[in-house]
């Protein structure tokens, strides 16, 4: 016989998982069901948390290259640990996923690792990675399985030559050049990391400016120092 509830969540991102945790703390009985296999969505395992880390990582990286001795701190031999840098940011992001399980343990909410589908009203299947299918049944249903990567046009992305924002967080090693496709703040953000780290960057944006939606005073004083990080742009480009 299948499990009952009061709510089933699909999708353990910010929405799904807060969620969960104010249903468990009203008394319902609640389970979140989650594909990726770890909790905390685009935000906590592909997107802020892993590229500030990067960020964070690269930026100090670069100053003891070339920045320190302005400060009189000098320093010599400064070698890149690619594989290092990336385990540290695996790290962070795997302490924080552990702490959002925690959060489900306490509130008492059941986590169901793997692929929700809808069989019928008010029942559930969830399909774990090994195949083996949970049935559960529910009196309410909140579906927040958030986005993903828009495509463009008939480019590939096959995550090793032409990857996207996930992909851009796991590259193997340092390339000779990248083109970034868009000049939002995630394409900024994320061509900062590989700068800093000694890829050429190049930008490649259809409007006539970056980062759209930010003020454009603000905007063009980010342009002036990506560019003199070593950013070019090509603005108002159609790839």
Request: include cysteine.
């Amino acid at each position: 016989m299948s499990e009952q509830f009061d709510v089933v969540i699909i999708g353990g991102g910010p929405g799904g998982y807060v969620c969960a945790v104010r249903c468990g703390q009203l008394g319902l009985k609640t389970a979140i069901v989650e594909k990726r296999g770890k909790l905390g969505g685009t935000c906590l395992n592909v997107g802020c948390i892993p590229s500030k880390a990067l960020l964070h990582s690269s930026h100090a990286y670069e100053g003891a290259a070339h920045h320190y001795a302005s400060f009189g701190v000098e320093t010599s031999g400064v070698k890149l640990n690619l594989e290092k840098m990336m385990a540290n940011k695996d790290d962070v992001v795997d302490g924080l996923t552990k702490g959002i399980e925690f959060l489900m343990k306490k509130n008492k909410v059941t986590y169901l690792k793997g692929t929700g589908a809808f069989t019928g009203a008010g029942k559930l299947n969830v399909t774990a990675d090994d195949g083996s299918v949970t049935e559960i049944e529910y009196k309410n249903a909140v579906i927040a399985t958030g986005s993903e990567v828009a495509p463009l046009g008939d480019i590939v992305i096959d995550e090793e030559k032409i990857v996207s924002s996930t992909g851009a967080l796991a590259l193997k090693s340092v390339p000779k050049s990248m083109v970034v496709i868009g000049a939002g703040v995630i394409g900024l953000e994320l061509g900062s990391v590989w700068r800093r780290l000694g890829a050429e960057v190049t930008v490649v944006e259809y409007l006539d400016r970056i980062t759209p939606g930010v003020d454009l005073e603000i905007a063009k004083t980010l342009q002036k120092s990506l560019t003199k990080q070593g950013f070019k742009f090509e603005l108002g480009k159609k790839v």
